[in-house]
Each structure stands twice: as structure tokens, then as C-alpha cells.
């Protein structure tokens, strides 16, 4: 017998851990509002694997797929508006589509990590554009309604910077160039974000809890910064780790040691490297609308996802916890879409409400 699931419309709210104190503001309040997904359905709600989520104002979704259609665009409801693109190297086929976003007037905008290439779409998912990105992408941020984007960039040599690319240029200006830590220290954590106001956010090192914040202008302001511990592996997570490394082979575990290193190899002691994770995940910094600052941490589990939440000017707000491992997120407006599997295994994306 077929099962399939199709767009729902049921409400829960998220679990919400909030700063107690009366009279401060806290975190947000999420309500589920939509889940797209299907096992066999044979159309774009079919999910693949998601490499990543995007969400607009207006509540459309962005699902961006290993299969094809590659760019899976939905409105609020569920309902597809389009399917565009395939793997592959020629234009409107991707090869790594790390990021999808949304730009001014119902575009898009899509940075494949392996080709190197930009790809601006128009409203109906067609490509108006293709443009070559000159450096190594470790991170990409979008700058809300403007499609305004910012990079992060590793150039392998211990030197990482920042580039912002303006929607409507063909080439990207560089913001500020930093080092990164020597061999062994720390890891490039790949993660950016940029305010409705242009600020910037980057985190050097997902070992350590400092975010680096600069003005629309590249000048340093102040750090958000946490002092709490670095979240420990279980002993299950400790062995899976262990035996991931061992199943790829002396080159690939080679390889994992030089990415774990920041180019050579790792020097970090087994107690770092598999008892503790990083402070936060891969690509784990957003703002929203509202100028606050979303950090998807690695405190959840393999069903809840933590964030924290900080105010514009830095503060610590608390902490939002949804009931789903979300591999990747996206705010806009009044909303936050995440990409997760459902407990049977099956890709789907869920749109939130924030308040």
C-alpha cells in the first residue's frame, strides 16, 4: 500500500526556553503553520536530500534539492509554484548548490560551492544570469530584502575574508581580510550572517563562543559572546564518529584531519576531536527581520534543534528549541522554514511562524 504525506496545516508551538526576568525582552515564540513532504507523491514535493532552505517575507519557500528539480519553489500553503534545474555543470544545472536566496522582486539567487558560479533567476525560475565566483566559498549570508549577499571566504593559507556582492553587481568588493588559526587550534566554523541593516556577523571558530560583528562599513563592534562549556558527545556519538573515520579509508580520514586542522594535520587531542563539539553548527548564524541574531547550536539531539537568540545590540534573549533536527533554516519577515526528515526517514521542509 502507497503512504504518502501530503501538505498539512496542523499548529503546535515549539518548546521555548526564555530569560525568566520580568520586564526584559526574551526569545521568540515558533508555531508550526506547514509541512511540505511526500514518500511517492512523484512531484517537486518529493524530497530528495536538502542542501538548503530559504523563506521570504511573504511566507514562499525555497527548497534546494540533490535531485532534480534542483530549485523547489512553494508558497505558504504548500502548494509548488515551480521546479527549475538539475545536476550538472551547464547553465541552470548545479553541482553543489550550497545556498539558495531570495533577491528583490521575487528573484533568486543560487552560489554553487563546486562550480563556482552564481546563478541569478528570474520570478518564473528561469536564469537570467551566470556569473563566476573568484575565491573558495566557505559561507554565504543574504541581506534580506535587498538579495544583498556576504561571503566567507578561506584562501587555505591561513587567511580567511569578507566580500559583500550587491545584487545588481557582477562582482564582489572585499570587506575585510583575518587570519585563522594555526594548524591544529580551531576550525573555520563557515558561518556568516548579515543584518536588514547591513552589519555583519562571522564566527572564526565554532570552538570558541565569539561572534565577530562589523558595521555596513567593515568596523569592528562589539562581540557576542557566551561563557558556557562546549556540549559533549554521548559515548554513542563517540563511537559513530569513530567509526565513521574509520570507514572512509586512510586518504579520506587523511582529508577529514586537514579540514578539522585548517589545512594540515590535526594536532587537536582525541578528547577535543570526539568528546566535545563545537559551539555551534555549520552554517549556523541568521538574522531575522527584527535585527536579532539566531545561532543554531549543537546542544540538540537527533529530534530537537536549540538555538539562541540575541538581541541587536547583542544581548542574550534565550533560547528556542524546535522538536526536529534542522539540517538547515532560513527567516524572513514573520517566518522560519527548516529542512529535517520525519521519524520514518522521509526529507521534508517546514515553515514556522515567529513571534
Known sequence: MRRQLVVTGVRCTAIIAALPASGRAQAPRVERVTEIGCEDCGDARQLASTWDV?????????????????????????????????????????RFPMRGTFGPNGTVQVVDMRLRRLTRLAQDGSVAQSLTIPFFVAGVAAQGRQGNLVFLTDDFKRTGALHRWASTAETPVQVLSFPTPPPGEATLSASVAVAPNGDIAFMPSADTYEIRRLSPTGQSIASVVRSIARPRRSAEEIAAMKQRLNMVGATAKATQEQKQSGGSKSLLSDEDRFEFKPHASVDALRYDDAGRLWVRTTRGTDKTTVFDVFAPAGTFLGEVTLPIKADAYSLAGSYLATASERADGIPVVLLWSVR
Request: proline fraction near 7%; hydrophobic fraction near 35%; aromatic fraction near 8%.
Open 54 to 94: 530559504a523563506v521570504n517575507e511573504a511566507g514562499d519557500v525555497l527548497a534546494v534539492d540533490r535531485d532534480a528539480p534542483t530549485l523547489r519553489l512553494f508558497d505558504k500553503t504548500g502548494r509548488v509554484v515551480w521546479g527549475r534545474g538539475r545536476p550538472g555543470a551547464g547553465p541552470g544545472e548545479y
